[in-house]
């Protein structure tokens, strides 16, 4: 489940996120990170946990699909004909790969997530955000050795919706720790705040250390360092920035499922 939510996210969020980058990357940029979305989706669905589905998941199934094959005929078309359908592909993508994380959200509560409907979602939508924007932004940022002659002001663009997912990702875990310790109460077992003061809380502390504070430090370096135009150095930093996301990422969706707190 863990794998198949992680993959789920990182793969929308890379297509998502191509919607703002400028094609001035290039033809190859938008196939590359087109054809990894699909892969990623794909592996999604391949990974998808077995047993019976509620309506929810069953409509996160249908959606995602749908999202996979917009994707796949977009990755098909980049750069050759019927470039007019490009758009529609897009939007069909965008608005199923939507559907299918609200669905995904809306699943996870109903399996024992104590409510957390509405949080859940915001943490599945913030987390799309926060994954594609940082792997979209290593990616531009690598293809600064292929274009040179590319406008720094699109790396920094992306760097500025990826700050933006990053402060949007933080205020929904704030928010989610704050529901969850104010909303326990006696006799339904350890509370939120008895876990994450306890060894098993070793498993929140790092999602909080490595997939939240690594990030935002990395985020603002990232910006610094391309306001000077230092694109491979910007590069460098967002190589180790996506590794910190990934690691909090797969972290809040074990802890979702361990604790049922979308954090």
């Not at 047993?51 to 005929?73: F, K, Q, R, Y």
């Not at 750069?79 to 669905?103: D, E, N």
């Not at 060894?199 to 603002?220: D, E, K, T």
Request: hydrophobic residues 55%; aromatic residues 10%.
């Amino acid at each position: 489940m863990v794998l198949f939510l992680f993959l789920t996210h990182l793969g929308l969020g890379i297509f998502f996120t191509l919607v703002i980058v400028s094609r001035e990357a290039g033809v190859k940029f938008f196939r590359f990170n087109s054809g990894l979305a699909a892969s990623l989706i794909a592996g999604a669905l391949v990974s998808r946990p077995p047993g019976p589905l509620t309506a929810a998941g069953t409509l996160a199934l249908a959606a995602l699909a749908v999202s996979e094959i917009a994707v796949v005929m977009y990755w098909a078309t980049v750069g050759r004909t019927l470039a007019s359908i490009r758009p529609a592909l897009v939007a069909v993508g965008c608005v199923s790969g939507c559907i299918a994380l609200v669905a995904q959200a809306i699943a996870a509560t109903s399996r024992g997530a104590n409510g957390f409907t509405v949080l859940t979602v915001a943490s599945f939508l913030s987390s799309a955000a926060l994954l594609g924007g940082t792997s979209t932004a290593m990616s531009l940022g690598h293809y600064y050795l292929v274009i040179p002659s590319m406008q720094v002001s699109h790396l920094q663009s992306i760097v500025k919706v990826h700050i933006a997912s990053m402060i949007v990702r933080v205020v929904v875990v704030l928010a989610a720790v704050v529901v969850a310790i104010g909303t326990w109460e006696p006799g339904l077992g350890p509370s939120f705040r008895h876990y994450i003061m306890s060894v098993s809380g070793i498993f929140f502390w790092q999602r909080v250390l490595f997939g939240l504070g690594g990030p935002a430090l990395l985020s603002y370096l990232t910006w610094e360092t391309a306001k000077i135009r230092s694109t491979q150095s910007a590069t460098g930093i967002l190589y180790i920035d996506l590794f910190t996301v990934i690691v909090g990422e797969v972290l809040a969706k074990y802890l979702l499922l361990a604790t049922g707190v979308p954090v």
